[in-house]
T-cell receptor, first 114, second 114 residues
Framework: SQKIEQNSEALNIQEGKTATLTCNYTNYSPAYLQWYRQDPGRGPVFLLLIRENEKEKRKERLKVTFDTTLKQSLFHITASQPADSATYLC?????????????FGPGTRLSVLP | SAVISQKPSRDICQRGTSLTIQCQVDSQVTMMFWYRQQPGQSLTLIATANQGSEATYESGFVIDKFPISRPNLTFSTLTVSNMSPEDSSIYLCSLTRGTYNEQFFGPGTRLTVL
């Protein structure tokens, strides 16, 4: 069956370091993959999208890679700040796509320590 | 971006009762989506609400338990019927916009069933 895993439930890093979050999937062939940020008590907020034919996408301090051979996406936050502390979710487009929506991973809770 | 509002923002309900959650969006959209996020979990799609037709439910969700209305292109309701403590969750509505179906979420409705 289809499955999405994110590297760990929680990740703690020191301010200024690069945070790297992993999203692995099985039994999918997504055309594109999205990353969202969710703060406590709020709905997820879209950050970045990467298509299957793109290896890397950047936006300010964020970088996403997409390896369809490894079935993995990496999400990097460089020069991390305490304000980056949140839960980060990856989402893959549904195989059937009849709803044109996405399936979400379980999320990784990132804490950036000052 | 998108402006999405939900009412109520939170509620505490008794077992066996029903609650209707409203979702209002800032412009017309064909499809709206209802998700559930149980404590510590990721988002699970309940159903896709299309204007002018019956909602499409995901496996494990049925219309009798989660009836949905979609009277126009900017509004939808989700009812959680005959509630039990297992229904305690955050319920979020969303829509997609953009070439690659970037998802925008409402702020969520936090439901607690006693």
């Amino acid at each position: 069956s289809q499955k999405i895993e994110q590297n760990s439930e929680a990740l703690n890093i020191q301010e200024g370091k690069t945070a790297t979050l992993t999203c692995n999937y099985t039994n999918y062939s997504p055309a594109y993959l999205q990353w969202y940020r969710q703060d406590p008590g709020r709905g997820p907020v879209f950050l970045l999208l990467i298509r299957e034919n793109e290896k890397e996408k950047r936006k300010e301090r964020l970088k996403v890679t997409f390896d369809t051979t490894l079935k993995q996406s990496l999400f990097h936050i460089t020069a991390s700040q305490p304000a980056d502390s949140a839960t980060y979710l990856c989402a893959l487009d549904r195989p059937d796509n009849y709803g044109q929506n996405f399936v979400f991973g379980p999320g990784t809770r990132l804490s950036v320590l000052p | 971006s998108a402006v999405i509002s939900q009412k109520p923002s939170r509620d505490i309900c008794q077992r066996g009762t029903s609650l209707t959650i409203q979702c209002q969006v800032d412009s017309q959209v064909t499809m709206m989506f209802w998700y559930r996020q149980q404590p510590g979990q990721s988002l699970t799609l309940i159903a896709t609400a299309n204007q002018g037709s019956e909602a499409t439910y995901e496996s494990g969700f049925v219309i009798d338990k989660f009836p949905i209305s979609r009277p126009n292109l900017t509004f939808s309701t989700l009812t959680v019927s005959n509630m039990s403590p297992e229904d305690s969750s955050i319920y979020l509505c969303s829509l997609t916009r953009g070439t690659y179906n970037e998802q925008f979420f409402g702020p969520g409705t936090r439901l607690t069933v006693l």
